[in-house]
């Protein structure tokens, strides 16, 4: 008899607390798209109370998904509850999540409050939380490190308050898995009202441990756990929930419980944060790492040509890994261009939008003659981040760079409601765009990431780049992809800018 084990998805609220790792509205929707297909059972759009562009962005999630359970955060306090409940009016299937710190340090340092005014706070927070929805799921923060007994006490008056699911968070990942194992056993065998709720898990990985703890809880009866894709989140981030997914599939025998979930979307939504976030996926990274199904050793490559099993636990394609298709070209009409891409799930609202992708397409087949899948989402990526860019749009750029020479960069910004030129020179053809970026913009930000990728092969192949500034603490991340890597570099720079320039006003839910 197997259970189903529900996947709750985070990416977009715990993900999105990574410093760098911000998202826009309309690329959090197209995240949120893709968990849909990948048939996500939940869906944490964030934390509406944040800023007015948290707001935004639940209820642009809450409107789109239809499949999904969407999900808003609240402290336990009535003005987050009622804001998330707000956020949520358009969902098909809304849920509050609230959660309080149940542990002696966090009670004492950062709450100030006794114990009993916590339980008391937790009880009316779950209560007015049903006022919104009868899907209620609540969390006491920190409680890798709570009292048991006290967890059984309040576990059991939020239950008996409404709440249908109990998350327990691993907050600062220092669980281990045997001890985070035995703790959810004895919570469900302990709390008179245990078989009233689902319980769940949300384990952070500062210790490398989230994937290995919530597993464990899964064994000792967990049928939620809470994750992220490529296990972003939070400083070292939270459970990967590729990994979480694969782990339950390949093993069912040893856990008992599967999930719902279309696993050959795990791949495509990978590399959609990855490109929307700027956090590249490690090659050796289980699932969607690039090397996760390549065979280097000749023994290794013998076994698996006579036998797939003899090294291989799990299918490439069943995750999603396909070979990269030629799917265009230059003489591919807008028909095969607009249906090729909703098969990747991206649609156009507007005749407008899908001319402008279908120009940028034309632009590229121009320079590259195989347009693959990847260049596809590349060009879509680029295309919302160009949009996204409010306040400095890169025009017109020519860079000189010649041996013995000093290399120059002469550009045109749209900066503020009006066009700036500039030039600079440089170290290099990248270091001087950026030098007369900065003339204009003078954002004042330190460059602490530049990295290059190649979206597909060839020396034809766009050059995809990320770059991450710093200012004032505030850490943001911008991205560009052009087959000229120096425009693509030039074009990340400005992206990130009109981050770092653009107000910040956005609280963080456990601060
Ligand atoms: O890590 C944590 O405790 C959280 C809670 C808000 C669930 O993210
Ligand atoms: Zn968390």
Not at 18 to 43: C, F, Q
Not at 85 to 96: H, N, Q, S, W, Y
Not at 403 to 416: I, Q, R
Not at 441 to 454: E, F, I, M, P, R
Request: net charge negative.
């Amino acid at each position: 008899m197997t259970d189903r084990l529900i996947i709750f998805d985070t990416t977009l609220r715990d993900g999105e607390q990574s410093p760098g790792a911000s998202m826009t509205k309309d690329e959090k929707v197209r995240i949120a798209k893709a968990l849909e297909r990948m048939r996500v059972d939940i869906i944490e759009a964030g934390f509406p109370i944040a800023s007015p562009g948290d707001f935004a962005a639940v209820q642009a999630v809450a409107t789109a998904v239809k499949e999904s359970r969407v999900c808003g955060l609240a402290r336990a306090l009535d003005t987050d509850i009622d804001r998330a409940g707000e956020a949520l009016k358009t969902a098909v299937a809304p849920r509050i999540h609230t959660f309080i710190a149940t542990s002696p340090i966090h009670m004492q340092k950062k709450l100030r409050m006794e114990p009993d005014q916590v339980v008391a706070q937790a009880v009316r927070a779950v209560k007015r939380a049903r006022q919104f929805t009868d899907d209620v799921e609540f969390s006491p923060e920190d409680a890798g490190r709570s009292d048991p007994d006290f967890l059984c006490r309040i576990l059991e008056a939020v239950i008996d308050a409404g709440a249908g699911t109990l998350n327990i968070p691993d907050t600062v990942g220092y669980a281990m898995p045997e001890q985070f194992g035995a703790l959810i056993r004895q919570l469900r065998e302990r709390i008179p009202n245990a078989d009233k709720a689902v319980f769940s898990v949300h384990c952070h990985n500062d210790l490398g441990l989230a994937v290995a703890n919530s597993l464990a809880a899964v064994a000792n009866g967990a049928r939620q756990v809470e994750c992220t894709i490529n296990g972003l989140g939070e400083r070292a981030g939270n459970a990967a929930l590729e990994e979480i997914v694969m782990a339950v599939r390949t093993r069912e025998d040893y856990f008992k419980c599967n999930t719902n979930l279309d696993t050959t979307q795990i791949v495509p939504a990978s590399r959609l944060v990855a490109g929307i976030t700027g956090f590249a996926v490690q090659p050796n990274k289980a699932i969607v790492g690039v090397n996760a199904f390549a065979h280097e050793s000749g023994i290794h490559q013998d076994g698996v040509l006579k036998s797939r099993e003899t090294y291989e636990i799990m299918h490439a394609e069943d995750v999603g890994w396909s070979a990269n298709r030629m799917v265009l070209g230059k003489h591919s009409g807008r028909n095969a261009f607009r249906t090729r891409l909703q098969e990747l799930g991206v649609s156009f609202v507007t005749e407008e939008e899908l001319n402008d992708a279908f120009g940028r397409f034309k632009d590229l087949a121009d320079k590259k003659h195989e347009i693959y899948d990847d260049d596809l989402q590349a060009l879509v990526t680029d295309a919302n981040l160009e949009a996204g860019n409010e306040r400095v749009k890169l025009l017109t750029l020519r860079v000189c760079s010649e041996t013995g020479e000093t290399p120059e960069a002469h550009l045109t910004l749209w900066f503020d409601g009006g066009e700036h030129g500039a030039q600079a020179q440089g170290g290099g053809p990248v270091d001087a765009s950026y030098r007369a970026i900065e003339s204009v913009v003078k954002s004042g930000a330190t460059l602490l990431l530049y990295s290059v990728n190649n979206i597909t092969t060839g020396t034809d192949a766009q050059g995809e780049v990320t770059v991450r500034l710093e200012k004032g603490g505030r850490i943001v991340n911008g991205q560009g992809a052009d087959t000229d890597i120096v425009i693509a570099s030039a074009k990340a720079y400005v992206n990130a800018v009109n981050k770092i320039i653009a107000p910040a006003a956005k609280a963080h839910p456990q601060v």
